[in-house]
Structures are given as C-alpha cells and as structure tokens.
C-alpha cells in the first residue's frame, strides 16, 4: 500500500540542487575538479574579504590579479604565451566560481582574458603577443579594453575617438573611452578608435595597442558607484596620444573585432551568472533553515519553499544552458556551433535570471538582508551592471528577435 505523502519519513537535512538534480553529475571530473580548485582559493583567499571590499569600494586588484594569474585563471583558454589552454567548459566552471564571491571579480578576469588578452591572441601581431600576454596570464600586467564612450554604448558604430596616421607612419589618437573595467589599475589598454590613413577612405574601426604610461593618456576613476564596487572602473582620455605605426591590431579591421571578443567575453558572463545565483540559493536556504518565527523556521513556511524551488529551477536552468553552450564551443556537439544568437540568449536570461533570484532570496534574509552581512543583495546591485555590461539585456533581445523573425529592430 502506498504511504500518504504526508507520513512519509522527511528528509534528515537539506540537498544541495547540484546533487538534487544532478548537475554536478554532468561535469566531466577535470570540469569538476577545477570548479573545487577554483572554489577551495575563493573560500580561502577571497570570500572572507568580499563584502568589505564591496563597502570600501576598494578591490586589491593588482595584487589579486598576480594571485588568479598563479592560478591560472587569466587567458585560461588560450592557447600558448603562458596561457593554460583549457576547455571553455573549465573556464566557464572558474567563471562560476568567482562570480559566487562577486561579479566584481570575475570582471577583473573577463576583463582581462576574454576582452583584452582575446583581443591580442586573435589580433595582435606576434611582438604584441611576446610583449603582453605572458606578462599578463601572470597577472604581473593589467590590460583593459575600451571600446564604450560618454556617447556611444549601445551602439559603438558611433564612436567618436579618431587614430590619425602622420607621414612618418605614426599615429595620433584623440577622444575618451568611459566605463572602462580594471582601466586605473591597468598597465596597457587595447582602444578601439576610427582609423584614418590619409589616404582620402573612409575611416574603419581598429584596435591600437595603448601603454597607459605614454604622454596625453589620463585615466579617472568613476566615482560614486552603487553597483559593482569591488571592480575597479575608470574613463580614459586622448588628447593627441602619439603610437608606433606598429600599435595598430593588424587583424582586426572594423566593428566585428571588438564584437568578436564581447561574444567571447559573454561566455564568462553566461558562467558566472550561475555563480551569484547559486550563492543567493545557498544564502537564503541556510537562513531559511535557522531563523525562526511564529515558532517555526521559515523554510517550513509554503512561501518560502515556492521561492527556493522556483530559484532552484532557475539555477538548474542557468547552469544547463551554460552548459550546452560550453559543450557547443568545445566542439562537443558535431555539427552545431555556439552561435552569437545563443550567446546572446544565454547572456540575456542568466543575467535576468541571478538578478530575479538574487532579489527574491534578499526577501527571504528580511532586513538582514539589506546588510553587508549577507550576499543576495550585493549580487543584485552587482547584476544590474551584469545585465547592461556587454550589451544589455534590450540589445541581445533585438539579436534574438532579428535572428528569428528576419527583421532587424535597432533602428528602432
Ligand atoms: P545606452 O546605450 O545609452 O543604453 C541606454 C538604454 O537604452 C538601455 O536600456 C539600452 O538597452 C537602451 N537602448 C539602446 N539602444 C536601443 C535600441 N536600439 N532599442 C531598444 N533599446 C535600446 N565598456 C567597455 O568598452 N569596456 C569595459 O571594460 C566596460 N566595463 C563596464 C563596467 C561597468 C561597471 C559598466 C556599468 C559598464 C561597462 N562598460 C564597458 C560599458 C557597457 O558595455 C555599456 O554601459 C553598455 O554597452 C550600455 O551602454 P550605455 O551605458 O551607453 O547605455
């Protein structure tokens, strides 16, 4: 005969949902063990700092760059000039990881490998790969890429800062570049400006390779930031910033460059997403279990339950969609590939769905969770620049929508 529902025996503690629904169980063992890798040197060397860091508004950047550039963690992916070489999926497992402490640092890391060091894998000429990338997985040099301005976000075609080639062959850059993640700590920046020969065609988009140390470059940092304050954000201006005719990127001539190397970059973000909403979850169910009112505790209320099971649908979700487009991009998959379209779907909705739940478990945390004490909240703010960073969350909405109806929104 079957047991009532009600009388059957209840769990004696808790199941994690990587074990409940066994997504744990569909990592590869070198996935799995760099996730505990990754999360041993969180747990250790970076959450117990997090929340401070955040308040202060002050990340050790240069000094925490040396020490996931030990681990191995910048340019993870890439190939040769001391980079480690893995699979995107193990990337994607150590994006998990830091974003669970905070989005702040895994920017540092995106910022660093997916951005600035893919931009000169994939671009830069071999003397700009000698010079740069081994300093750079080892985290003793900083990179940063500027391609936003005060003016064009959304929509970079309509940048405004120039490159303007002298007849000795030198180049002259003008113009400022804002928003720019790690830029006040960074050794050298990879700036995207309108290139202009002198040889009367129009001007393309190019990448120059800009040690930040060299004459007419000023670098501010924004201040006032309520979002993402254990990142370090900064403006970059150029007034007449003379380079080597060998500055220029040589691979790299118009938008699809930097385009290429943000579709790249939300890969990690797609990662990481599933990092602070499985924090928030973990956060909220411990809470749930201990606080205790009306002579229960408040995991025991229905309320409570429906929001941990619907944000553990979520992560489930977050995490299997990261999933499908790591096993994609490691070419696991014949004859499919991982299409800028699904990266933009898998940026879109795991950037919504950590914001969604990292909300929904600060409720559960009441008014302690309105303190530094507890994560939720610090991933909400931190998420709001998650889901406008790297195109926001409307813009890979007008990707999404062109590639299924054939008609292109963004003119509006
Ligand atoms: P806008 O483009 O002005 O958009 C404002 C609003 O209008 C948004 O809601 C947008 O979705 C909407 N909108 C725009 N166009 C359309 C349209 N066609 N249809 C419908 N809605 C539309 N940039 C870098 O280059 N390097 C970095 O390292 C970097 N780091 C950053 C770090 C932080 C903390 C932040 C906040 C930003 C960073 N950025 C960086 C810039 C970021 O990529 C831009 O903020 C983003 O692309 C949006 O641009 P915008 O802020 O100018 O907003």
């Known amino acids: 005969m079957l047991t009532p529902m009600s009388q059957q025996t209840q769990p004696a503690r808790p199941v994690h949902p990587d074990d409940l629904f066994a997504l744990d169980a569909v990592l590869e063992q070198d996935e799995r063990d760099a996730a505990r890798t990754v999360r041993a040197f969180c747990d250790d060397q970076l959450r117990p700092h997090a929340a401070r860091w955040y308040v202060e508004g002050a990340l050790p ?37 830091l974003e669970a402490v905070d989005a702040g640092v895994r920017s540092l890391v995106s910022v660093q490998g997916s951005l600035t060091m893919t931009a000169l894998h994939r671009y830069g000429s071999e003397e700009h790969k000698q010079e740069w990338l081994p300093a750079m997985a080892t985290g003793e040099a900083v990179g940063c890429f500027g391609l936003t301005e005060p003016d064009a976000g959304s929509d970079p075609g309509s940048m405004r800062s120039t490159a303007r080639q002298q007849p000795g062959g030198d180049w002259v850059l003008d113009g400022t570049k804002m928003w720019i993640t790690n830029a ?29 140390r060299t004459g007419g470059v000023g670098v501010t940092e924004v201040p006032r930031k309520l979002s993402m304050r254990a990142s370090v954000t900064g403006e970059i201006t150029l007034d007449g910033v003379r380079l080597p005719a060998d500055a220029v990127l040589p691979g790299a001539q118009g938008l699809r460059g930097p385009l290429a190397c943000l579709t790249e970059a939300r890969f990690g973000i797609v990662w990481g997403t599933t990092g602070s909403l499985r924090d928030s979850l973990e956060v909220a169910v411990d809470y749930a279990r201990e606080r205790v009112q009306f002579g229960k505790p408040i995991g025991s209320f229905q ?28 070419g696991r998959v014949p004859g499919a590939q991982a299409t800028p379209e699904l990266v933009s779907l898998a940026k879109m909705d795991n950037a919504r769905a950590a914001l969604d739940v990292a909300r ?3 409720s559960i945390l009441g008014g302690s969770g309105i303190t530094a004490d507890y994560s939720p909240m610090r991933h909400a703010a931190n998420l709001e620049t998650v889901i406008t960073y790297e195109g926001t969350q409307e813009v890979h909405q007008l990707v999404v929508g062109k590639a299924l109806t054939g008609l292109d929104a963004f003119g509006g």
């Not at 995107?88 to 994006?95: I, N």
């Not at 050794?187 to 390779?209: K, L, N, Q």
């Open 61 to 97: 950047a240069r000094d925490l760059a040396k020490a996931l550039g030990g681990l191995g963690l910048l340019g993870m992916h890439l190939d040769g000039y001391g980079c480690p070489g893995t699979s995107a999926a193990m990337y994607g497992v150590a994006c998990r990881e």
């Open 184 to 212: 006040p700590v960074a050794d050298v920046a990879v700036v995207w400006a309108r290139a202009d020969t002198g040889s009367g065609e129009r001007p393309r988009v190019h990448g120059f390779v800009v040690p930040l």
């Open 303 to 330: 309320l409570t339950q429906a929001k941990l099971a619907d944000a553990a649908a979520r992560y489930t979700t977050a995490f299997l969609l990261a999933l499908h487009l790591a096993r994609l991009k490691d």
């Open 360 to 362: 929904s478990m600060r």
